[in-house]
Structures are given as C-alpha cells and as structure tokens.
C-alpha cells in the first residue's frame, strides 16, 4: 500500500458473502512485525502471512492483535504464535477465549510496533470486545468488522448490541483519521463519509423498523422481508438479527413492547 509506512497486508482465502474478498490482515512494522487478526490456520494462509512478513523487511513477527473474536479474525492466531513464537493479544473482555493469549488491551491503552504505536479504540457492537487499532502518526484506523470496505456489517444479538454499535461509530468521528484500513473489501479514503453513512444508515434501518411496526407488520421474518428486500438468501439469517438487534434496541429505550414473537409500539405515556 502506497501512501503506508510499514504497513502491508495478505488476505486469506475465505470469500464469502460476509467476508467480502476474504479478511485482510494487516502486517506493521520493521524488522519485528506486527499482524492484526489472523483468518485461517491452514499452511497457505500462514506461510502467505510468513512471506508477506519478509518481503517488507521482517525479521520476525513479534506481536498478533485481534480485532475480535470471531473466527474469521482470529481463527489462524495460535497457528501463527506456534510458527513464528509472536505473542497474541486480545481485549481483556474476551481473555481465556483463545485459551493461548499472552497479553490482553483495553480501550485506551496503547500497544507499541516496530514503527509507532496503536492506540486501542474498543468498539462495541458487532462484538462486545471488538477493537479498532488507531495509528495516530499516519492517522489510519484498522476497523475490522466494525466498519467494512463494502456494504455493511451485521450486529448479531444477543452478544450485537445496535445502541453499543452506533455509539461506538460516534466515537470514531473524534479521531483525526486520514485511512479506514477495514477487515474485509477495499481501503475506505473519505473515513468520515463513511462513518456518517453507516450512522445515517442504520438511523434509517430503525425508522424503517418503527414504520413496519406502525403498518402492524410486526415480527422479525416479516420485518426483514421488507426492509432487506433483495438480499441473496445466505444473507437473510444476517439481515433478521440486524432487525432483531433493532428492536432490542427500541425496547430498551421504551419505545416497543414484545409479545411472544410479535413487536409491537409502545403505547405513548
Ligand atoms: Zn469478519
């Protein structure tokens, strides 16, 4: 990657309709490298993360952080420790998770690499320990599955939390941020924009929610037929937790009751 100073990544060969590309992970840093988030423990995907690692200079890989725990972001990581003796890190929310990390991080702390510093920007939402990473120096933040190069993320309840995740989007809009380096699809260059859009775009999934409640469509199935109509069918399970983090977030703010499988607006006090 150009306008990057010791920063390059290798994507690992896991397409998909979630996955986007395959998850890109990210390599920092001189002589002692460090990756973030390492997708799948098979051979290629190790040795593609081995070989990327010495084509920019590496002697060694020294650190691996995750951005979460879900698999396709930290499925490789005790595979690479074995290989290459790095130390993996994970959010201190999650610790035990792996049952083979080394250190773990918390919002606010900040991680050194073989050519500045991470500060850790806990992120909520998608995960309850997701972790951005922040380099203040070249201004770029790696976003993992909070914000993706292409389409949006999911928020799978109960562990998803819509209010948490909107929230932790908010949060980003006070860094000083030239890059968004996401864990699946393309380099976002209008960071703002696009944090912005993914605001504006779930405010509006929610009015969409509100609008079906109003119209007395009222449980989840029916909810997402309409307002993620057009979704390829692997992505219709995806698209119902979203609506359903929705209305967990509605009825937490009073503004929707649940009966048995039905939704339904709260009478106005
Ligand atoms: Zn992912």
Redesign the pocket.
Known sequence: MKSLEYIDYFTAANPGY??LNG?NQYLLGREEITVIDVALPGEENIGGILAQAEEMGGKRIEKILLTHI?R??CGGALALKKRSGARVGLCALRAGYLGGEDFTYAGGDSISYDGGELAVVHTPGHESGHCCFYEPRQRILFTG?HILGQGTTVIPPPDGNMAAYIHSLEKLLKLKIRLLLP??GPVIHDPYGKIQEYIDHRLLREREVLECLGEGRNMIPAIAAKIYAGLPSPLVSAGQLSVEAHLLKLIREGRVVREGERYLLAAKG
Do not use: E, I, K, V
């Open positions: 979630m996955t998850t879900h396709d972001h599955d864990g699946h």
